[in-house]
């Protein structure tokens, strides 16, 4: 182990650093002054992300620490992707929080964990490591789920992800004890170079077992009965981070486990198979269950779902552009998510309610927020010319290039339902009344979050190019 | 001579497995739930892994199984004989239990493909090569363990506390 070992890993050692100052930080803090953890975070985590991009673009890649962690440019992708999602977060959710008594000052800490943990995930080259990366990030959200003081729903929440989360983790743990049996390595490059070419009975449950394991992260269908009621229960900073980034760090280890390591065995024969039918269902159950919705926050539930099934045809595509059509959309996807949580945090905030008749006349009482939202749900929708348009179609035409046409076109539909129950919120938004609700200007730093995540998604939509490019050199890292 | 003792001590924990999902009383429970760490531990000798197993009776049944006392005797009100009630649809999980058992068994029985070592492992002091792997090619999970043990620890003195001042 060399000195450069340590260099390649700096974002992580920092962002360590950084949950274990704001833990120390936060305890020596007088009653009063605990708003500073704020800047402390963000300008923390803005010099790490900065730190990031130089790394992508001109860091010396390769495997460090012995090819246990891999040190490439599509792990800092996804490490810019979720160092930006967690200081939107903490932006639109500063007033949220200040509300909470103090000893829950601790709240950026763990979030900082999170992000630690995911990390780890989308570099690890070693199930191992992963493993440990994915529970980090999973036992911190069993905390940040139950955040919430005096609130039953927030506790329950946090129950259920902890039961349900424990066993998908034994499922997955199952999963690969089976592959450590057929290959003797945990390396993912020593499982790719072990495993036979011929598809076995064990390979097969040891694909079945690791993709329900990651399944129940990303909440694709059957996996997904949880998302609903822990994304309604859970503090709406954390909903927007458990749907945003979380899902992001599953989806790279989905990418490298499947694609790169069982590339040449099961992945072909059953994986494919499979995944198609459950990115289908997906794609069907999330949009169609999204319609009758009446909780803003759970609505956005279940169109998570559904984006999770878009994602997913990325991934079944098993080429560069389907490599780069998931990279692309996951980090438009934060934008648009985060702009509509945003918008949700505050709102819910300042009136104390989630739902969606609530939202009348927002328009009038709020013409910044009503805009936001607009913005960022015609975006998860894929109306041009917002970014969700781009990053849909790079997805879809790379699937259509590798000759399953229909998928596509289950997803072209499913997207055209989705655009009723977006607008469905939308006409509330614009045509409802809502006499009797106060107004509810937007300042500060949430207003700095809402106004940034629109322009950003106007501007993806306009000129994709730089991000594209990003996402391509991203993938050609990972797919040789 | 080691069949025997291998059949001996996983007969011991699948068997005080069932008394922990079985026993109508929680304690009684946790106590088979020691039993059955205990003969997992035994089977990790058996294998050569003289340190997991001291860790397995150390943390496991040391330490695990008597927090599971501790926090059944600070949290439980009412009559502890009928502490543990029993599910009334064990029929549906154990059609599925019973069959995923079956499936499962039949693929590890019939794969002829597990990777066995040719002889049986002989490292003398694992405590020691363990620590070496673990500060060397396993330094990130091994550091990230530590962040998240501590996270952990943080985070359930917060939530116990929320519950404290609630009341």
Same mark, same amino acid.
């Given at each position: ?34 708003? !500073? ?51 939107? /977060? ?26 630690? !943990? ?7 080259? +070693? ?23 005096? +609130? ?22 199952? !999963? ?53 009621? $822990? ?23 989905? $990418? @490298? =486990? ?56 990325? /991934? ?5 552009? !389907? ?8 980090? =438009? ?23 969606? @008749? ?6 009038? @009482? ?75 200007? /937007? ?38 | ?12 924990? %699948?068997?005080?497995? *069932?008394? %922990? ?50 926090? %059944? ?11 543990? &009630? &029993?599910?009334?649809?064990?029929? *549906? ?27 049986? *492992? ?20 091994? &550091? ?12 359930? %003195? ?6 404290? &001042?609630?009341?």
């Amino acid at each position: 182990m060399v000195s450069t070992d340590f260099l390649a890993i700096t974002p992580e050692i920092a962002v360590a650093v950084l949950a274990l100052l704001l833990v120390a930080v936060a305890l020596l803090l007088p009653q009063g002054a605990r708003k !500073g953890l704020v800047p402390l975070n963000v300008f923390g985590l803005l010099g790490i992300l900065a730190y990031t991009v130089y790394d992508f673009f001109f860091g010396k890649m390769g495997p460090v620490f012995r090819g246990m962690y891999y040190h490439d440019q599509f792990a800092d992708f996804f490490k810019i992707l979720f160092l930006t999602a967690a200081i939107l /977060v903490i932006l639109s959710s500063r007033e949220y929080i200040g509300k909470w008594p103090a000893y829950r000052g601790n709240f950026y800490a763990l979030l900082t964990a999170a992000i630690l !943990g995911m990390m780890i995930m989308a570099s690890s080259a +070693d199930l191992l490591t992963f493993y440990v990366g994915l529970e980090l990030m999973t036992i911190t959200f069993y905390i940040l789920v139950g955040y919430l003081p005096h +609130d039953g729903r927030s506790s329950e929440a946090g129950i259920k992800y902890l039961v349900l989360g424990a066993s998908s983790s034994a499922i997955l743990l199952y !999963g690969i004890s089976f592959i450590y049996g057929l290959t003797g390595s945990t390396q993912l490059s020593g499982i790719g170079a072990q495993l036979g070419s011929s598809l076995t009975p064990p390979i097969i449950l040891a694909t079945v077992f690791l993709l329900a394991g990651l399944g129940f992260k990303i909440s694709l269908v059957p996996f997904h009965m949880w998302a609903p009621d $822990i994304y309604e229960g859970a503090p709406t900073p954390v909903t927007a981070f458990l749907a945003v980034a979380s899902k992001a760090a599953a989806f790279a280890a989905v $990418i @490298r =486990i499947y694609l790169v390591t069982l590339e040449h065995q099961s992945f072909v024969q059953t994986g494919v198979a499979l995944l198609l039918i459950l990115a289908a269902l997906t794609m069907i159950v999330g949009n169609l269950v999204a319609i009758p919705q009446k909780n803003i926050k759970r609505l956005l539930a279940f169109s998570s779902i559904a984006q999770a099934g878009y994602l997913m045809v990325g /991934v079944i595509a098993e080429s560069v552009a !389907g490599v780069k059509g998931v990279l692309f959309y996951a980090m =438009i996807y934060v934008f648009a998510n985060m702009g509509a949580f945003a918008v949700a945090t505050y709102v819910g905030q300042a009136q104390g309610s989630d739902e969606i @008749r609530d939202y009348a006349g927002l328009a009038r @009482r709020s013409p910044l927020a009503a805009a936001v939202m607009t913005a960022s749900v015609l975006s998860l929708a894929g109306i041009p010319p917002l970014a969700g348009f781009v990053g849909k179609f790079y997805l879809f035409s790379a699937v259509i290039h590798q000759g399953y046409t229909w998928i596509a076109y289950v997803g072209f539909v499913m997207s055209m339902v989705s655009v009723y129950y977006y607008l469905s919120v939308v006409k509330v938004m614009y045509l409802g009344e809502g006499a009797d609700l106060p107004d509810i200007p /937007v300042h500060g730093a949430a207003k700095f979050t809402m106004v940034f995540t629109m322009l950003i998604t106007l501007f993806i939509g306009l000129y994709p190019t730089p991000l594209a490019q990003m996402a391509i050199s991203a993938a050609t890292s990972l797919v040789k | 001579m080691s069949t025997v003792v291998f059949f001996i001590f996983a007969i011991l924990a %699948v068997a005080s497995a *069932w008394g %922990v999902v079985t026993s109508k009383n929680i304690v009684h429970s946790a106590f088979f739930l020691a039993l059955t760490f205990v003969g997992v531990a035994a089977l990790y000798v058996l294998l050569n892994a003289d340190f997991i197993a001291a860790v397995q009776i150390l943390v496991y049944t040391g330490a695990v199984s008597i927090m599971v006392v501790f926090a %059944v005797m600070l949290t439980l009100r009412g009559d502890v004989r009928e502490s543990s &009630e &029993e599910n009334r649809k064990w029929g *549906w999980g154990l059609f599925t239990a019973g069959l995923l058992f079956v499936v499962i068994a039949l693929v590890i029985l019939t794969n002829t493909d597990w990777r066995i070592l040719a002889g049986p *492992w002989t490292v003398q002091n694992t405590a020691a090569s363990l620590s070496k792997l673990l500060l060397t090619s396993y330094m990130i999970p091994f &550091e990230a363990s530590a962040i998240l043990l501590t996270i952990a620890l943080i985070g359930a %003195v917060i939530l116990a506390k929320g519950v404290k &001042e609630d009341k």
